[in-house]
Structure formats: structure tokens, C-alpha cells
């Protein structure tokens, strides 16, 4: 069964503080997302990556950044976390070729007080 | 960006009926578009998919129906169930754009 794990379900973190959340695939996907997700909001694409050490912006990337240095691992970053970036963050990936079937993991829910 | 629009935030659903979710979108070039759900605790998960050059797409106890004159989508589930509580998402794509655009969510919730 194909798999896309993020590490982290909770977390609880302070105003300023640096957090990582990390994703994971063992689908051997090229492409890998990050989104937010929002009451009432849906899910908004953060950052994306099409390629190792490649990354692209999505519609709100503002105090994030992404890492990818292997194909199976993205990492979105939060260099000084601020409350309004508490919400739930989803990591997907995607195979390049076929349909746009998004694989999802079970989300983090990011808390920042 | 563009935006993918779902008509309620909340359904409420007698068990065995059928349901209907809609969802209207803008972006003219959208080609491909299709239907996640997502049960509490859990990430999204793909429910069915349609191309635009099909106005009609079944699944197991779901159909998903396009009206691109409207720019319209639908999601029908049949015989509705208890573990179909979720909350549904439509999104979409145009082009050789992979990247989907999801709409606001309806959260679909069964009486006994």
C-alpha cells in the first residue's frame, strides 16, 4: 500500500520558534506538495517540488520555505513561527505522468501560541 | 488563482438516500477535475475523477457529472451511508498544469 507518512500529527510551538514538519514517500513520486489547510478555506498549496533540489511557489508560500534533497523527503520549514500560521499542513505527492491523483498524508496539525 | 467554489459548507443526509455535493469552478481552461474525501483524523483520499471531455464518470455508488456550459461539478453518492461522513473537496486543474486547485470543502453528515 503506498504511503506518504508525515512525521509529526501534533505539534504545539511557541511565537518565533523554528519548526520543521517532514514528509515522506515510498511511492518513488517525482512531484511532492505542501498544503494548508483552513476552515472554510480548503487546502492552499504552499510550496511544491517537481525534482530533487527542485522547488517551485505555490499561491501562499509567505513564511515558509522547503528542502528536498532526496526524492522520498520534503521538508516545509517555519524559520519564526507566528500564530496566524497555526492550522493543519497535508504533504501529497504526485507521479508525474497519469491522471493528478494526489496521494495525501495524514496531516500535522501545527498549534503556534 | 482561480477559484473552485463548493454551493454549501454543510449537508445533512438521511442513511440510504442519495446525496448531491456541488461544486462551481471559473477557470475556463480547466481540464481535469476531481473529488477527495477526507473522514476526520485522515488525509484526503481520491474518491473519482473526470476529464473534460466527458460529462459523466461512474464509480462504486458515485458519479461524478460535469456541465462545462455552467462550469459545474457534481458528486452523487448512492444508497448514502454512515461511513460516508466526511468532509468532500473538489478541485481542479487546467493545461499541462498539475497542480490542483481545491475548493472550500462540503462537510456531508449521515442521520441514522
Known amino acids: 500500500d503506498v504511503k506518504v507518512t508525515q512525521s509529526s500529527r501534533y505539534l504545539v510551538k511557541r511565537t518565533g520558534e523554528k519548526v520543521f514538519l517532514e514528509c515522506v514517500q515510498d511511492?518513488?513520486?517525482?512531484?511532492m506538495f505542501w498544503y494548508r489547510q483552513d476552515p472554510g478555506l480548503g487546502l492552499r498549496l504552499i510550496y511544491f517540488?517537481?525534482?530533487?533540489?527542485?522547488?517551485e511557489k505555490g499561491d501562499i508560500p509567505e513564511g515558509y520555505s522547503v528542502s528536498r534533497e532526496k526524492k522520498e523527503r520534503f521538508s516545509l520549514i517555519l524559520e519564526s513561527a507566528s500564530t496566524n500560521q497555526t492550522s493543519m499542513y497535508l504533504c501529497?505527492?504526485?507521479?508525474?505522468?497519469?491522471?493528478?491523483?494526489?496521494?495525501f498524508g495524514a496531516g500535522s496539525r501545527l498549534t503556534v501560541l | 488563482g482561480e477559484s473552485v467554489g463548493l454551493h454549501l459548507p454543510t449537508l445533512s443526509v438521511q442513511e440510504g438516500d442519495n446525496s448531491i455535493i456541488n461544486c462551481a469552478y471559473s477557470n475556463s481552461a480547466s481540464d481535469y477535475f476531481i473529488w477527495y474525501k477526507q473522514e476526520s483524523g485522515k488525509g484526503p483520499q481520491f474518491i473519482i475523477d473526470?476529464?473534460?471531455?466527458?460529462d459523466k464518470r461512474q464509480g462504486q455508488r458515485v458519479t461524478v457529472l460535469l456541465n462545462k456550459t455552467v462550469k459545474h461539478l457534481s458528486l452523487q453518492i448512492a444508497a448514502t451511508q454512515p461511513g460516508d461522513s466526511a468532509v468532500y473537496f473538489c478541485?481542479?486543474?487546467?493545461?499541462?498544469?498539475?497542480?490542483?486547485?481545491f475548493g472550500a470543502g462540503t462537510t456531508v453528515t449521515v442521520r441514522a
Open positions: 473526470i476529464r473534460s471531455n466527458m
Open positions: 501529497a505527492s504526485l507521479q508525474r505522468s497519469g491522471a493528478n491523483v494526489l496521494t
Open positions: 511511492m518513488d513520486h517525482e512531484n
Open positions: 517540488s517537481y525534482d530533487v533540489k527542485m522547488k
Open positions: 478541485a481542479e486543474s487546467g493545461g499541462n498544469d498539475y497542480k490542483l486547485s
